[in-house]
């Protein structure tokens, strides 16, 4: 399955390899206490791997990025599946969320759907 999406800026066209999310920690003096007490802020960054026609394989922030063909299919042509979709979805219970992409779960599903997180099964 090849997705191909579009960065937002440059209007480059790539093929998405994959996603996730990169963590970071930011130090830096603080005003009063200089190095001995640096200001730490860290968090996460959904990236996504994409890969150019020449083969070089590139880190894009998601929000960057939009899909425009999945398996040589306009994103237009799947408009009229999204409705039956999202009906569909709204008749199942939903107990828990993706910790990842907030993607609704049911107590069944052992992996995201949406992400592809494998969940931890218990003993």
């Known amino acids: 399955m090849a997705i191909i999406v579009q960065h937002r800026e440059t209007k480059q066209a790539y093929i998405m390899l994959g996603t996730s999310y990169a963590?970071?920690?930011d130090s830096?003096?603080?005003f009063l206490g200089g190095?001995?007490?640096p200001?730490?802020?860290s968090g996460e960054l959904p990236l996504a791997a994409v890969c150019s026609e020449s083969g070089k394989i590139e880190w894009f922030l998601t929000e960057d990025l939009v899909v425009i063909?999945?398996?040589g299919q306009k994103?237009?042509?799947f408009g009229s599946l999204?409705?039956?979709y999202k009906q569909d979805r709204s008749s199942r219970q939903f107990d828990e969320y993706c910790p990842a992409c907030q993607e609704a779960l049911t107590p069944?599903?052992?992996e995201c759907p949406s992400c592809g997180l494998v969940f931890p099964q218990e003993p």
Do not use: C, G, I, Q
């Open 23 to 25: 963590a970071y920690v």
């Open 28 to 30: 830096r003096s603080s």
């Open 35 to 37: 190095a001995l007490f």
């Open 39 to 41: 200001h730490r802020e």
């Open 69 to 71: 063909e999945v398996d």
């Open 75 to 77: 994103l237009s042509e």
């Open 82 to 84: 999204l409705p039956a």
């Open 108 to 110: 069944a599903h052992m």
